[in-house]
């Protein structure tokens, strides 16, 4: 049993973190949000040059043939920094179904582009009263001749606003909450007949509402066998919780080291706030929150690169874990700010934004119990 | 021991219900339901309403234009706002100054502040905190030094909340420097536009503008702007924190939101059903729920108690406690009630203007609200300087 | 809106926390429940010429037509006093459905002798599958001829070893679950078919499993109408629950005080207990806890009193809150009791093991949670 | 990172689970799989079957008689024979007494001490704790005044577990008053039989004899018995705290409970169906569930960060913490899982003679488990100590 990181991996979170210390400072990043496209495509092309966005992607894709391990790692370290770029969306999600689904020319089209940074995807997977259930799609794909016909609408679809492709989730046949008969199309926005609605989420990540009115996308848009999506849909939305449970991980660390930092600074009655006792131990349980949700993470990658029978069951402990401690440390790190906390100037208050964000992104802690005792 | 309403009590409810049925303006009706942003005149259009009928300075002793209801009837008529939706009120002046001016100040002070007041013509809010001080509010720095028949007073106040739309500002001032801090400190009232008064917004997570810093520089100010005697500030400010505690569990509020948030496991599709099928997610608004009941009894425990003379003691630091936890706890639950589209920002231009809403219609405000309230655990006394003072008053250690 | 107690019940307060602070030692109690008995005949003597007995009666029936606040008065009291003497099951429970339900026959048979003290009496209502559901039962009443046969096991039967007579509730007809159907018989526990297993609880009261073979009962042992028992059952066992609440009040506001004395007086690292703020603050917390129990007993105790729609709804809202307080306030005593608070020695463990068994009495957290939400 | 298990680890586990079907005695297991108290008697049998298998001693230095096996391995194990319901290896001798004096003492103690623990000839128990000293180790009172070649020791030691069995009694002594309490503290070894030495059984709260007094009255000690300087004792206290931490998690006994409590669900009726068809007892299980795995995670991170090098350091404190949670926490769902079935109660000799047991046959264990437990968060430095020494420790303040 081995916890630690190989040569390679800790270059990689060296790296990622030299670049969140020294060029990701959090003006910049205030900065970048307010923009029209939300982040900044000069960091994009970064990640692009320093082989992050083909991490997790075959050789014979392009890509460095990272794993599970390696994700984590990079999501880790880009949490700590308050990353806003979108890597889960464009490249776990879209690039995990091009990779395990599409075919060769589908493939050799896209993967090459994503792992360059020349075009950002998305994966259109929620509906409004689909809440974190994959199999619960009521919009619709039928094939008339040599197209599909999709309609319906898709709910918050990270990273829309930017994405030269979304790959939707539709029904070509089945009931609403039917796991079979699912099937993915590579969607061209400019397509008669869908219209987004672009928008910031709090945690200044960009996101569109889709609306599919009898758009006809052709037949080659279709991703993977026709009804079979889901099994692939849901290993990859499992990877992308691994994600972005690392991501969370990272972020808790890093609240719980700037208000650790504000407590041992900040005098209140003529003492620092870290010498009050009840205040110490109250950061004594933030710590372990975090590193209770660090095992898991660890336990998770781990078994997701083994492939172990009860993968699943891990990521749904571990997103659990994730959206108790999240609540935990976040809350606490803000209060322990007092009123510096709750202004837009400081950063605790966006660490807690994203934070909270997470809670409910690929399902919230019911859903995760509830799929943790279902398994 | 008898918890029921008597006869008087339910024919008070039924005049204050069609009172406020037929004199709550619509357009204010309508904003408020849809969680538009209320402007400073729609909150005193409402006001003045309440305050023409003589609702207004319902806890004011009557000579001052007080009601002189017993308790039940403040319980109900609090009740009745709440339920019908109307916008809080702002109680910088009618829930903190007046009571201060009402039994501190002179009789001249009285007749020139309380009118004001009363009749929402001038607007106040409370410079206590500053930069440096947090929860250690007598730590203060604002000087205030004697000038002949003024004082000049220097300094900055933090956390203003609508400093902005605010004509005077009660303030905690140093006029003497001690060993003991809590002493020489004064309380004086300001006016907002004498020269050197500077508002600058603080913006908050959620993106809104509430707070702001109040910079007071070489700003001149009547000695006859002081309430009580000069050094004896420290026991207002504490007559008043006990005060505002009380108010600040806004149980009524409370009870009218867990309400709606039932309403809505109704409304929000959740695959073929609706929320409201997830026992889960309902374990936790029922708990919420008996909890908040908890607390209404507690905080009509105390005001029973009240009643029979005394103010608020260390209990309302209990109720500021358990209050603050259910706002906080309640916020909560409405983000989780909303799953992803919780996430969408709206500014309160998109707000205001009431276009393109994503998701559900009452989605826009819940995480802005979540975000917002953190600040109810930490202003007024944080909750952490409430349980010292319970451990201190209540407990004796 | 009034939360004062009455002249009368201030002075039933007084009396009976005189009693219990002169009379009831910690000791005393001790050797009482060790006896085969369990409890002090000459204290239960006392209950009934001190009038405690014939609170919840009728004048008619011979009592003093006390309500449930009165009961909230002396429960809190006896609460505090950690009194074993078996006032719940056999005043409350037995003596409410006698009360409620018996013929002018059966009242003036045992009424009486209720009040005076001169019998003891139980209420058999739980199985080992009924959990706290009190129309779950199993055991079978038939009739036949001028008797009923009973058939069964009933569980945990509080004060059943010094029962003279013990109600049982059976089935007349329906099927398990079924409201309908259930039948109160009074039984004679030296009926032929009727063995009892008596033993202690960990908190020091006595209790019976009861099984009935074939037991032959005459039909005037039938308590009010065959079949149609479910009704007063559910609001003698109400009224118990707000009875065993305020029970739970009493201990709790005495384990904060003895908790909060013990803090004062016990040093460490050279400073009271007392004196650490993480530890202040969590007495706070326990406090908090009692209060809001305590505002919880009052509301329930008004709402059973005005006999309002929603006094069931008012009970589950209360017993649930006991059951999160008790936790919190019993397993907080012991804990900064340190090694003293679990050594048999001192009595505040005492408390702590009455107030745990209180945790499931009538239902716990979960049941009474469902049941408000239900309600 | 691979946490997977080899090849030659998945060997060994076979290895390890075929050593004790084989001799493990069904006596004692059916004692163990069915609540009855098992004697000094079985625990020394098992202990011996270990021992000489060369398995008892797990953690020594082979040159001691340890196993020299990898982390993995040793993890292995313990799950093993927690799986196994095999009774708790007693630590006072091979956890503690056994790792201070090969790690202070001398050759020729070595020599003396260590082959009677090994082989399980003499029992140890443990002298920290004093009536006034409580999480308070350091303030302790006990003197030991060299006399010639003697100590003479006088004092009072408390909650010592396991006393009446002992013939050894590992003690801190105070051997000289300093200002800094720290200080004049040393560590010596006391034969149970020398006269002075008085033991009597406190009863907890349980009903059961685990813990004593022991009353030191001018016991006479031979000065070979010290380990370490005269004066070092506090340092080998602080060795062996982080020691014991580590294993007080009990997670391997955890995770066989919380199988066995899953497994009840299904064997416990509720109405027309069982236990395990309540959704809200059921998540109280999955949370605990996944809270344990946290926790095991977290063992293995410091079992690993170990196995590179150093003592268990503060990271202890986060495993004594969790794991007692967890322990307290699976026992409360014990006893709730039981409802009325957890209140009766069955004395030890009850137990014993295995008659009268009241509802399911696991029932008579569960309360008193739950009851006894509290002391787990009190016991081996408190869970309050344990948060200021992370505080100190980890946190730097």
């Known amino acids: ?375 | 021991m008898n918890l029921s309403f008597s006869e008087e009590d339910l024919k008070f409810q039924d005049e204050v219900r069609s009172f406020i049925a037929e004199n709550y303006p619509a357009d204010i009706k309508n904003k408020m339901d849809n969680g538009i942003p209320v402007s400073k005149d729609d909150i005193q259009t409402w006001q003045r309403i309440l305050s023409k009928k003589g609702w207004f300075a319902v806890n004011w002793p009557e000579e001052y234009g007080g009601t002189g209801w017993s308790i039940t009837q403040k319980h109900i008529f609090q009740n009745e706002l709440a339920d019908a939706n109307t916008p809080t009120l702002v109680p910088f002046g009618v829930s903190m100054c007046g009571p201060v001016v009402y039994t501190f100040g002179t009789q001249e002070q009285k007749d020139r502040f309380l009118p004001g007041i009363i009749n929402n013509d001038v607007w106040w809010c409370q410079g206590y905190s500053e930069p440096g001080s947090g929860s250690d509010l007598a730590s203060l720095k604002t000087k205030a030094v004697k000038d002949g028949d003024h004082y000049i007073v220097n300094g900055t106040k933090t956390w203003t909340t609508m400093a902005q739309h605010a004509d005077w500002i009660f303030c905690l001032v140093r006029t003497e420097t001690t060993d003991i801090k809590q002493q020489g400190i004064s309380f004086l009232l300001i006016d907002m536009k004498t020269p050197g008064v500077e508002v600058k917004p603080i913006i908050t997570i959620d993106g809104s503008h509430e707070v702001n810093m109040v910079y007071l520089d070489n700003v001149k100010v009547p000695v006859e702007n002081l309430i009580g005697e000069e050094g004896a500030g420290w026991n207002i400010a504490k007559f008043l924190l006990a005060h505002e505690r009380t108010g600040i569990g806004g149980i009524p509020a409370l009870k009218r939101e867990i309400r709606r948030l039932r309403e809505i496991t109704s409304e929000l599709p959740l695959g073929e059903g609706f929320l409201k099928d997830d026992e889960l997610f309902m374990d936790k608004l029922n708990k919420l729920e008996i909890d908040l009941l908890a607390a209404e009894y507690s905080e009509l425990r105390t005001l029973a108690a009240m009643s029979k003379g005394g103010h608020p003691g260390p209990e309302s630091s209990i109720l500021k406690i358990k209050g603050t936890d259910l706002q906080q706890g309640l916020s909560d639950l409405f983000v989780e009630a909303l799953g992803y589209y919780a996430h969408p920002f709206m500014s309160e231009d998109d707000l205001i203007s009431n276009e393109g809403r994503i998701g559900p219609d009452f989605a826009a405000n819940v995480m802005p609200h979540y975000l917002n309230y953190r600040k109810v655990s930490i202003y007024g006394g944080s909750n952490e300087i409430q349980r010292n003072v319970i451990a201190k008053a209540v407990l004796g250690i």
């Open chain 1, 1 to 375: 049993m081995d916890f630690s990181l190989s040569e390679e991996q800790l270059l990689l979170k060296d790296s990622i973190t030299t670049f969140v210390d020294k060029d990701y400072l959090f003006d910049v990043r205030q900065k970048n949000i307010k923009t029209e496209l939300g982040f900044s495509s000069d960091f994009w092309k970064t990640f692009a040059d320093l082989g992050w966005l083909g991490m997790p992607f075959s050789e014979a894709d392009g890509g460095y043939n990272g794993g599970p391990i390696d994700l984590m790692v990079i999501m880790e370290s880009l949490g700590r920094g308050l990353v806003v770029e979108p890597y889960i969306p464009n490249v776990v999600l879209a690039g995990g179904l091009v990779s395990r689904l599409g075919s060769e020319e589908q493939k050799k089209e896209l993967l090459p582009k994503i792992i360059s940074g020349e075009i950002q995807m998305s994966v259109a997977f929620s509906e409004p009263q689909s809440r974190f259930d994959l199999n619960d799609v009521i919009t619709s794909a039928k094939k008339e001749g040599d197209s599909y016909i999709l309609d319906g609408y898709k709910s918050v679809v990270m990273n829309g606003p930017s994405s030269n492709n979304t790959i939707v989730v539709a029904r070509t046949s089945g009931n609403q909450l039917d796991k079979e008969g699912l099937s993915l199309f590579i969607v061209d926005p400019s397509l008669k007949g869908v219209s987004l609605r672009n928008y910031s989420n709090v945690d200044g990540s960009k996101a569109s509402e889709i609306t599919l009115e009898n758009v006809s996308t052709p037949a080659s848009s279709l991703l993977g066998n026709e009804g079979d999506a889901f099994s692939a849909l849901e290993e990859v939305i499992d990877l992308a919780t691994l994600a972005i449970s690392a991501e969370a991980v990272g972020i808790m660390e890093k609240m719980n080291e700037i208000t650790l930092e504000y407590t041992k600074t900040r005098e209140q009655f003529g003492e620092t706030l870290s010498s009050f006792q009840a205040l110490q131990h109250r950061m004594v349980d933030t710590f372990m929150a975090y590193e209770q949700t660090k095992s898991l993470l660890l336990m998770c990658a781990a078994k997701l690169t083994d492939k172990s029978d009860d993968a699943k069951k891990a990521v749904s402990a571990l997103k659990y874990q994730v959206g108790i401690a999240a609540k935990h440390v976040g809350e606490e790190s803000v209060q322990l700010h007092g009123g510096m906390g709750v202004t837009d100037e400081t950063n605790i208050g966006h660490y807690f934004k994203r934070l909270t964000t997470i809670r409910a992104i690929f399902g919230n802690t019911d859903y995760h119990l509830k799929r943790y005792s279902a398994l």
